[in-house]
């Protein structure tokens, strides 16, 4: 229904996402509750304010689907598979003719000429490690079968590997098991299609497998990869098909701008990885588009360590900085988070998000403050995430009336 | 979605149901707001509250979907037949094999040898006539074609039975009409079943209807009985299936021991039927389930009469054993109700409901008291009921994150 009442104008739309911004009291204040933030404070007071729910109630979102729901796309009806996901967050690309995995080294024995699994982790290899046998295998394995074969390290044991075939791939291509058998003591599973599509998948995989065995013979402790979460990139259609914006993405982190990527937003490339770098990449690019998904990481990335002061500091650090994003006078702006991360929970948790939304055509005295507390006195009230981009259409008049 | 993020731990999960508890004021106060409450008060401000909406806006529930919506499952999708709950109102059993129907004892007057009603409720007769009345249909009619018959009596001119037949039988099997014709002065209507299995059903009943017209000829009042709501036992999950809980149901009344056995929970036997007795059996029992659902009658059957001040003493009874509960130390509590039963309406109502849930992973400083306006201003907001089980499993840390 919404695409039917797109209209395009000039408006421009800043969409701030502070990544796992919702928290839960220590001593009987959230990490937004505790830092001191007059330049929120005043924006909120005069803002419609409201919080958000990315999936449903008491999910836990992933990044993935975090992302899609602030990108105004159904987390349920689109899901990102766990080997596209390990694929963008390594910065590769994925096309619609590539399947992504997760690869995993670990450590096995032979016994009677067959691998079996001693340790599903190689021993958590460094990433050094990681970085030396990755370039091996990418040096000796280019292509197999005529599909181009991509491997990326991670982090310790983990990498990614894009199976790049010369055709866009039917969808169900992906629905090939796991290698991993999720125990020690036991040899590898083979990969297998589900379908005639996938099997053709699966024999690449397998090719693959034998050609990694090979190459890593010799090697103490990563002798053989694990394949996991084989996965097409989804069909989600772009912003401008969908809503018809010009987005573009200001991110530091690969995984957010893949997920940018994904609905079809342009990387801007920049120096540095601050909050000052990210705005001053912002302005550089405002007169080029209409949406500008500006993504910070570190809100996140403290909750998840537990650490609240630090948390705190980083959200005092954008209340400084807003500002000078304030200067831009977006026509829209919105301020959220995609999933809380709380400090006391050490990860992501599935609290609602607040959310502000500042435009001219706001009610806006309702809430004193950005936080989760005073969020809940907002004119947006609790909404589920995809709709957030219904509010910035209207609030940047790019909806036309429905029905006469 | 909801099942495949199960994962199940040792946390211990309360369900308090104050049926009907929520209210309307009487001299500008509801029942909640009027009870002198200091315990559910200090609950109330380190909980999340919020209220929920049984089946749909403006939709006043009757027990049935009122519990199933707080168990979690869509009340629209499972539906409980009328003769399913009048067996369990009467504390029967009843298993896939059967179909359950209700029966009202009527006065017929035979014309040209055939029955024409004259009273649809017998000059509702006396629970104590019906007992005597029931006891004689029991004792001649024992099974027919191998259907085994069951027969209780309800309350005045009401009664419960089942057609127990050898084997589960399909969906839609309870498709048959009413036999109540809904006025005076016509013949009772035959049984039809819609469909093969129904009609099978159907002969069944209309065998028992001659034979009851048969053993009732020369009552003077109770002379005939009409059927109404054929039902099958719903396919509902279990508690279990559903949610990987391992519940068990404190109750008094027969009605919501039987909707608990619904999906699947364990019913709790005890002596006495005070609320101290219930809390004493949940106590006795707490070491053995994950899941228990406390309910509590006394605030409905108070609403329904109309007495408000009744109600208003009910829930502060509830409020002097609160401490005693919460010293099992729940990990998640909820208190709630089914529905809401003003005392003004003198019956349930569509209204919102108050609902409470303390756990450690909640903001709570929301709401003074639990009551209906301040549990507005809670972090829940107004929530379907189906969504609250999602909540206490979030809070148990019962469900694993979505998508990565």
Redesign the interface.
């Known amino acids: 229904m919404l695409s039917s009442l797109i209209q395009r104008n000039n408006t421009k739309i800043l969409l701030v996402v502070l990544d796992g911004i919702g928290g839960?009291?220590v001593n009987?204040l959230?990490e937004l509750e505790k830092a001191n933030t007059p330049n929120l404070d005043r924006l909120a007071k005069t803002s419609a304010t409201g919080l958000h729910i990315p999936?449903?109630?008491?999910?836990?979102?992933?990044?993935?689907?975090g992302h899609l729901g602030i990108f105004g796309f159904d987390?349920?009806e689109y899901?990102?598979?766990?080997g596209i996901?390990?694929a963008l967050g390594l910065g590769m690309e994925v096309k619609a003719t590539d399947v992504a995995i997760r690869g995993n080294y670990a450590t096995v024995e032979y016994r009677d000429g067959k691998p079996v699994i001693v340790d599903r982790r190689a021993g958590r290899i460094s990433t050094e490690e990681n970085r030396r046998i990755t370039a091996k295998i990418k040096e000796n394995i280019k292509e197999i079968d005529g599909v181009q074969i991509l491997i990326s390290p991670g982090m310790e044991h983990r990498s990614a590997i894009i199976l790049r075939f010369p055709e866009p791939l039917p969808p169900g291509s992906d629905e090939v098991n796991d290698t991993d058998p999720q125990k020690v003591g036991v040899s590898p599973l083979s990969a297998e299609g589900k379908n005639p599509n996938a099997q053709e998948v699966a024999e690449i995989a397998n090719k693959f497998l034998e050609k990694v065995a090979e190459i890593l013979k010799d090697e103490p402790k990563a002798n053989y990869i694990l394949l996991r979460?084989f996965a097409q990139k989804p069909d989600i259609p772009s912003m401008r098909e969908a809503f018809g914006l010009e987005a573009c993405c200001i991110a530091v982190y690969p995984m957010y701008k893949g997920l940018a990527s994904l609905v079809g937003m342009e990387l801007i490339e920049f120096e540095g990885s601050s909050i000052e770098d990210e705005i001053k990449a912002l302005k550089s690019v405002w007169e080029s588009y209409d949406f500008f998904f500006l993504h910070i990481k570190k809100t996140d990335s403290y909750g998840e360590d537990g650490n609240y002061e630090a948390k705190v500091s980083v959200i005092e650090e954008f209340d400084r900085l807003l500002p000078s994003l304030l200067e831009l006078k977006p026509d829209v702006i919105a301020i959220t988070g995609d999933h809380s991360t709380?400090s006391?929970?050490k990860?992501?948790?599935?609290?609602?998000v607040p959310l502000l939304i500042h435009s001219q055509y706001v009610l806006g005295n309702t809430s004193e403050r950005f936080t989760?507390?005073e969020c809940?006195?907002g004119e947006i009230?609790?909404i589920p995430a995809k709709k957030i981009i219904n509010l910035l259409l209207a609030n940047s008049l790019r909806l036309s009336k429905f029905g006469a």
Chains 1, 2 share one sequence.
Do not use: M
């Open positions: 839960l009291p009987g959230t999936v449903d109630y008491g999910v836990t979102p992933g990044s993935g689907p987390p349920l899901k990102i598979g766990r996901l390990e979460g709380p006391v929970l990860g992501h948790s599935w609290h609602p989760e507390r809940l006195k009230g609790i």
